[in-house]
Structure formats: structure tokens, C-alpha cells
């Protein structure tokens, strides 16, 4: 399955939810927030919540700035 | 003789006792970041939203230096150049730190100079405002704006001193003051601030509080920087709610005349 992650393609098994793509990310237990298609996936429901083809996923977290 | 106490400064209901805020960019590394800002004694910081770095090993996370339960975060919109991904950027910050309803909008015009793009900043706030935010707003330092912007119900009006970064300086302390005249709201410098004299300046003018990054960070020596911004900011408060003597044309002076010697 083909979805863009943070603006490029990637690739993953099937049937995988957002909690499963974290985890593979290695971010589980990292203070990140998780959005599909423009809509915010709380963090109660990323086990949940499964990715479809061409989702559009983006993955975020707090950096330095002013 | 006793000096009464300053009111409380207070940003969506919360009441803080420093005026300076700080942001959390362009330091060397995060050892220089904590240290700088608790020396600037700032309790309330803000930071950048960024997607993460895919295949790099997860470094220290920023939120680990300047922790939800020392400070008060404020998630920042810079980098945005359209309402929408402002809003999306505000609602991506909620759910990383749990619901946090405090923000700093910013939506930018131009990368040359990220002078605020208004038209774009008025529309993103009006959404963020219905959807339950607080928030503070970098506008332009136009006084009609600032009160629209008030009158929308944003908790902070914060008008640029001058362009993001550069270190200017307030160039138009006229239009600041009369922002500051006419809000209800607390109203802070946010962008410009060079030196020590420029946070002064900011609040002699009446300002509620300055917000800045640069002026610390790129200090050759950031914490000593971070001690004079809060001593500034300090005096320059005094300084406006102790008003200034009047200017005069011609000397006046300090000691009497009568009793001279030579008189």
C-alpha cells in the first residue's frame, strides 16, 4: 500500500493502522501528533484507525522556533 | 515609603509574573536553549510545529528542555503562508500537547521579509477563535487591524517592532503606543527586538510584555543576553508605570542655587 508520509511516498503492508505506522516509525511513546487527509487523529485513536491507499499522513512534532 | 505592586500580567485568564516571553529557535543545541531561557526568567515559551524527521534516529525532543509542567508553551504558526495551514498547524500543536488551547498565530506574507500576511491573519483567526483557541496574534503594526483583531476576541495583540529577525529595533514607536492606547487586551512586541534597549523601549511605551527569539540566540553570549532582556523588560515596566519626567529645552539644576559660595 502507497500513502505519502510528510510529503513522500511510502510504502506499507496493508491493513496497518496509524498506531502500527508510528510504531514502525520508531516514534511510539514520542510526543508527536498525527494527521490523515488534513484531519487530526487524536492518540486515543490511532490503534484504530486504519490507513487507506493515497492517504495523505503527516507526522509532527514540537521543534525550536520564535 | 512603599512602591505598590504591578497589576498582574494576565494572558487568556492565567496570570503570569514575568512580561518576557521567549522563543526556543537558532540556539546551538538544547543545553544552550534551556539554560538561556531560565536565565531570562521567561515563563511562558514558544515553539515551531515541523513534521519529523523520517529514518534519523529520534534525538532529544525539544518538549523534554522546556517541559509542559515549568512553562507555559505556546505554540507558534511560523513558516505558514495561508489561513488554513495555520489552522491545521494549531490543531496538529493541541493534540501534541493534549488539548492546549493557547497559541501564537503568525501567517506570513513573504519569505523576504515574514511581514504578517493580514488578510490571511484575520481569516485564521476568526476560525481558530470559533474553534475554541486562545489567541495571541503577530499582526502588522497598524492600529485598525489591531482592533479588529481585538474586537474578534484574540487574547494578545502583538505587533511587530520590526521585520522578523533583523534586530531593528522599534521603527515606529507612534503606532505601537497607539495600539496600546486603545486595547483592552495585553499588547506585546513581538519581532525586532535587538538589544536590551529595544525590550526597554517597547515597555515604556506601555507595552504589556515583548516577545523574542533572536536578540538571545544569536547574542555572542546568549545567556548573558537572556539576564539583560529580563532585566530590561523589568525596568522598562518601571520605567512606564513610574512616568517619565517632562523634556525641557534648557538645563535644570539638580542642586539649588541659593547658598553657593560664590553667591
Known amino acids: ?10 510504502t506499507l503492508e496493508a491493513g496497518l493502522t496509524a498506531a502500527d505506522l508510528i510504531d514502525q516509525l520508531a516514534l511510539t511513546g514520542r510526543r508527536v501528533a498525527v494527521e490523515i487527509n488534513e484531519e487530526i487523529v487524536p492518540r486515543s485513536q490511532l490503534a484504530t484507525t486504519r490507513l487507506a491507499e493515497d492517504d495523505q499522513v503527516e507526522v509532527v512534532h514540537a521543534i525550536g522556533g520564535g | 515609603m512603599t512602591l505598590q ?14 512580561r518576557l516571553l521567549v522563543g526556543t529557535g537558532k540556539y546551538k543545541d538544547f543545553d544552550e536553549t534551556g539554560a538561556a531561557i531560565a536565565e531570562s526568567g521567561a515563563e511562558i515559551v514558544t515553539f515551531a510545529v515541523r513534521r519529523t524527521n523520517l529514518g534519523q534516529e529520534a534525538g532529544p525532543n525539544l518538549l523534554d528542555v522546556i517541559s509542559p509542567s515549568r512553562y507555559t508553551l505556546l505554540p507558534n504558526t511560523a513558516g505558514c503562508y495561508t489561513a488554513k495551514d495555520a489552522v491545521r ?10 488539548g492546549h488551547k493557547l497559541v501564537k498565530l503568525e501567517v506570513l506574507g513573504d519569505e523576504t521579509t515574514l511581514y504578517p500576511n493580514v488578510v490571511e491573519t484575520l481569516k485564521a483567526a476568526e476560525t481558530l477563535l470559533a474553534d475554541g483557541f486562545d489567541v495571541m496574534v503577530y499582526t502588522s503594526d497598524d492600529p485598525i487591524v489591531a482592533r479588529e483583531l481585538e474586537a474578534m476576541g484574540c487574547c494578545a495583540i502583538m505587533p511587530l517592532g520590526s521585520l522578523i529577525g533583523s534586530g531593528h529595533g522599534i521603527q515606529n514607536p507612534h503606532n505601537v503606543r497607539l495600539i496600546v492606547e486603545q486595547s483592552s487586551v495585553p499588547v506585546l512586541v513581538d519581532a525586532g527586538i535587538g538589544t536590551a534597549s529595544d525590550a526597554a523601549m517597547a515597555m515604556e511605551l506601555g507595552c504589556d510584555g515583548v516577545l523574542l527569539n533572536t536578540a538571545i540566540a544569536h547574542a555572542r553570549e546568549p545567556l548573558r543576553m537572556a539576564r539583560a532582556m529580563k532585566s530590561a523588560v523589568e525596568a522598562g515596566r518601571d520605567a512606564f508605570l513610574a512616568g517619565r519626567m517632562p523634556r525641557r529645552q534648557t538645563a535644570d539644576p539638580s542642586s539649588p542655587f541659593a547658598g553657593r559660595i560664590n553667591g
Open chain 1, 1 to 10: 500500500m502507497h500513502i505519502q508520509l510528510n510529503g513522500e511516498p511510502y
Open chain 2, 5 to 18: 505592586n504591578d497589576t498582574p500580567f494576565t494572558i487568556a485568564g492565567r496570570n503570569f509574573s514575568s
Open chain 2, 89 to 98: 498547524t494549531c490543531r496538529l500543536a493541541r493534540e501534541l500537547l493534549d
